[in-house]
């Protein structure tokens, strides 16, 4: 079939902008509401890519400028429609940030702010400590993970640090409205994206032992069935202390404090306290003490090899926030540690620098934030620097090699892709920022085109957002709620030529990587939804708010 694929959404008036057409057509025109064509112009033909299997011809119309709603037509092709505005993506990242309180746990959901979306109180019950005879623990509250109902230590504090580290390099996300209820802090209101981030910082506190040790996680035994959160009465457990929850957490309060102090100085005293806590147990075990699900447990595992990134990230985050010389010898002396691991271990899952990875495993990334955030005349510094330099330049390579523009290489398209994707526009975006020419804002909008329809499925993969937004999360709610429509913000997962899950064997595994995706509510491989999939499109959408005007 002809089809030509945009940013459903649509484009900024003065950013790039781009279409992709698989089929041979010289001349494009692109057509307002009344059918009247206001731009013509010529394709490129790129020619046959490997990761969307097509034969693409490439239509730039970056002049096109006016305020308006559009679509591109060639041949007997006509695209969907897509707008272009100054604020074209203003409601896609108010709802982004929105979804966090869809997914909040406990009872902090507030009928007026949820709508129809809204879910009665859940997981209110205490939690025991698997495998131990002590009490039970009080551990309500923070964000439900993903399509389950579990909580996760170190996913929670990874998607808050995508979060309060867009804060720290892009400051109108404090201006971000989103919908929530108010919250007053002891000194001044909470900007909404900070009211938002303390209900998991919140939650994330709770999750430290009395000795510092940070809880693996807080699930039941195992996944529920597709029901309503509230619905879900089995018993929940805390997971064994792991290196890498105490390491994330040590790390996460400590960028929290830098930011909150400004709000609440007692609030965020109480964060840095914790942070200090669980640093002081990372030194006083200073082995690896890793996670696997015990036998009985079947919710996620979260599970990591080493725990040197977590370790460093913590030491970072600590320097940052401190400017206390000890963490900065910690964080030289785990540099080099990770550095000889990554030599020698398997990659597993991810390309490029390790110093540049910001995932729920690899948070090296988020502790060279840290050092980049603090600009010290340091080598280590200097190194860091110099990785996401690098790492960007690799980027661009491999965004030519596509018609699309897409720095993405076969070997992204695995299960979360589209993470995979907005982790490199996070590091585009601090490199932007490192040699302040601007010389990679193509790449970033490319990619948000390509989230948002502008891709072989011809699918947008944020819901509510584009003419063909996908529409069946693997999200319990959604699934149990009885509502037609998912609630609007929630990233998927998106192709993954693993196809890991039972419904996706309905994809032909020869499928080109960009086509190995399926909006099916089963396809949790597939079309999963997770906080830390929301958290850096929210990161990279600050970055184009300050970066085209
Ligand atoms: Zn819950």
């Given at each position: 079939?002809?089809?030509?694929?945009?940013?459903?959404?649509?484009?900024?008036?003065?950013?790039?902008?781009?279409?992709?057409?698989?089929?041979?057509?010289?001349?494009?025109?692109?057509?307002?509401?009344?059918?009247?064509?206001?731009?013509?112009?010529?394709?490129?033909?790129?020619?046959?890519?490997?990761?969307?299997?097509?034969?693409?011809?490439?239509?730039?119309?970056?002049?096109?400028?006016?305020?308006?709603?559009?679509?591109?037509?060639?041949?007997?092709?006509?695209?969907?429609?897509?707008?272009?505005?100054?604020?074209?993506?203003?409601?896609?990242?108010?709802?982004?940030?929105?979804?966090?309180?869809?997914?909040?746990?406990?009872?902090?959901?507030?009928?007026?702010?949820?709508?129809?979306?809204?879910?009665?109180?859940?997981?209110?019950?205490?939690?025991?400590?698997?495998?131990?005879?002590?009490?039970?623990?009080?551990?309500?509250?923070?964000?439900?993970?993903?399509?389950?109902?579990?909580?996760?230590?170190?996913?929670?504090?990874?998607?808050?640090?995508?979060?309060?580290?867009?804060?720290?390099?892009?400051?109108?996300?404090?201006?971000?409205?989103?919908?929530?209820?108010?919250?007053?802090?002891?000194?001044?209101?909470?900007?909404?994206?900070?009211?938002?981030?303390?209900?998991?910082?919140?939650?994330?506190?709770?999750?430290?032992?009395?000795?510092?040790?940070?809880?693996?996680?807080?699930?039941?035994?195992?996944?529920?069935?597709?029901?309503?959160?509230?619905?879900?009465?089995?018993?929940?457990?805390?997971?064994?202390?792991?290196?890498?929850?105490?390491?994330?957490?040590?790390?996460?309060?400590?960028?929290?404090?830098?930011?909150?102090?400004?709000?609440?100085?007692?609030?965020?005293?109480?964060?840095?306290?914790?942070?200090?806590?669980?640093?002081?147990?990372?030194?006083?075990?200073?082995?690896?003490?890793?996670?696997?699900?015990?036998?009985?447990?079947?919710?996620?595992?979260?599970?990591?090899?080493?725990?040197?990134?977590?370790?460093?990230?913590?030491?970072?985050?600590?320097?940052?926030?401190?400017?206390?010389?000890?963490?900065?010898?910690?964080?030289?002396?785990?540099?080099?540690?990770?550095?000889?691991?990554?030599?020698?271990?398997?990659?597993?899952?991810?390309?490029?620098?390790?110093?540049?990875?910001?995932?729920?495993?690899?948070?090296?990334?988020?502790?060279?934030?840290?050092?980049?955030?603090?600009?010290?005349?340091?080598?280590?510094?200097?190194?860091?620097?110099?990785?996401?330099?690098?790492?960007?330049?690799?980027?661009?390579?491999?965004?030519?090699?596509?018609?699309?523009?897409?720095?993405?290489?076969?070997?992204?398209?695995?299960?979360?892709?589209?993470?995979?994707?907005l982790k490199y526009m996070m590091i585009l975006s601090i490199a932007d920022g490192l040699d302040g020419s601007d010389q990679?804002?193509?790449?970033?909008?490319?990619?948000?085109?390509?989230?948002?329809?502008?891709?072989?499925?011809?699918?947008?993969?944020?819901?509510?957002?584009?003419?063909?937004?996908?529409?069946?999360?693997?999200?319990?709610?959604?699934?149990?709620?009885?509502?037609?429509?998912?609630?609007?913000?929630?990233?998927?997962?998106?192709?993954?030529?693993?196809?890991?899950?039972?419904?996706?064997?309905?994809?032909?595994?020869?499928?080109?990587?960009?086509?190995?995706?399926?909006?099916?509510?089963?396809?949790?491989?597939?079309?999963?939804?997770?906080?830390?999939?929301?958290?850096?499109?929210?990161?990279?959408?600050?970055?184009?708010?300050?970066?085209?005007?």
């Amino acid at each position: 079939m002809n089809s030509i694929w945009v940013d459903q959404v649509g484009y900024l008036p003065n950013g790039k902008k781009r279409a992709v057409l698989n089929f041979a057509a010289d001349e494009f025109e692109v057509t307002d509401v009344s059918g009247k064509t206001v731009l013509s112009g010529h394709t490129d033909h790129f020619g046959t890519d490997e990761i969307s299997g097509e034969d693409v011809y490439v239509a730039v119309f970056d002049e096109l400028d006016t305020d308006g709603i559009y679509r591109i037509k060639a041949g007997d092709a006509t695209s969907v429609s897509f707008r272009i505005s100054g604020d074209v993506y203003k409601g896609l990242l108010k709802d982004l940030l929105k979804c966090f309180y869809y997914l909040r746990c406990g009872d902090a959901l507030d009928p007026e702010y949820a709508g129809k979306y809204y879910h009665a109180p859940c997981h209110m019950a205490s939690a025991k400590v698997f495998g131990e005879d002590v009490p039970e623990v009080d551990v309500t509250g923070g964000w439900h993970d993903a399509g389950d109902f579990g909580r996760y230590s170190t996913a929670g504090a990874v998607a808050v640090a995508h979060l309060l580290y867009g804060v720290r390099f892009f400051g109108g996300l404090l201006n971000a409205g989103s919908d929530i209820p108010k919250v007053v802090s002891a000194e001044k209101k909470l900007p909404d994206i900070l009211a938002e981030v303390k209900v998991e910082l919140d939650f994330l506190l709770k999750m430290q032992r009395g000795d510092g040790g940070v809880w693996h996680k807080v699930t039941t035994l195992y996944h529920a069935e597709f029901i309503m959160p509230e619905d879900d009465h089995d018993d929940l457990y805390l997971f064994p202390v792991s290196s890498m929850a105490t390491a994330d957490i040590a790390a996460v309060f400590a960028l929290a404090y830098t930011i909150y102090k400004d709000y609440d100085g007692v609030y965020a005293d109480k964060l840095l306290a914790a942070s200090l806590k669980a640093y002081a147990w990372l030194e006083a075990n200073p082995e690896p003490l890793l996670f696997h699900n015990p036998p009985g447990n079947g919710t996620g595992e979260y599970s990591e090899d080493e725990d040197i990134s977590n370790r460093f990230w913590a030491a970072c985050a600590l320097h940052e926030a401190t400017g206390e010389d000890k963490y900065m010898k910690d964080a030289c002396a785990k540099y080099k540690s990770l550095a000889d691991y990554d030599a020698h271990a398997p990659r597993k899952g991810y390309q490029g620098d390790v110093f540049t990875c910001m995932g729920w495993a690899e948070v090296a990334g988020l502790g060279s934030m840290s050092l980049i955030l603090r600009n010290e005349n340091n080598a280590l510094t200097d190194s860091i620097k110099q990785s996401f330099m690098n790492e960007a330049g690799r980027l661009r390579t491999v965004a030519s090699r596509n018609g699309f523009n897409l720095c993405m290489s076969k070997a992204d398209f695995i299960w979360g892709s589209n993470m995979e994707l907005l982790k490199y526009m996070m590091i585009l975006s601090i490199a932007d920022g490192l040699d302040g020419s601007d010389q990679y804002t193509d790449l970033i909008t490319s990619g948000i085109d390509y989230l948002l329809g502008m891709n072989s499925m011809d699918t947008s993969y944020v819901t509510g957002h584009g003419e063909h937004a996908y529409r069946n999360p693997h999200l319990r709610p959604t699934v149990a709620d009885g509502i037609d429509e998912p609630w609007p913000g929630l990233v998927s997962g998106g192709p993954n030529m693993g196809l890991q899950d039972a419904r996706a064997k309905d994809v032909d595994p020869d499928s080109a990587p960009m086509k190995c995706y399926l909006d099916h509510e089963e396809c949790y491989s597939l079309n999963e939804i997770t906080i830390y999939w929301n958290s850096p499109f929210v990161f990279v959408l600050a970055y184009i708010f300050q970066t085209i005007k």
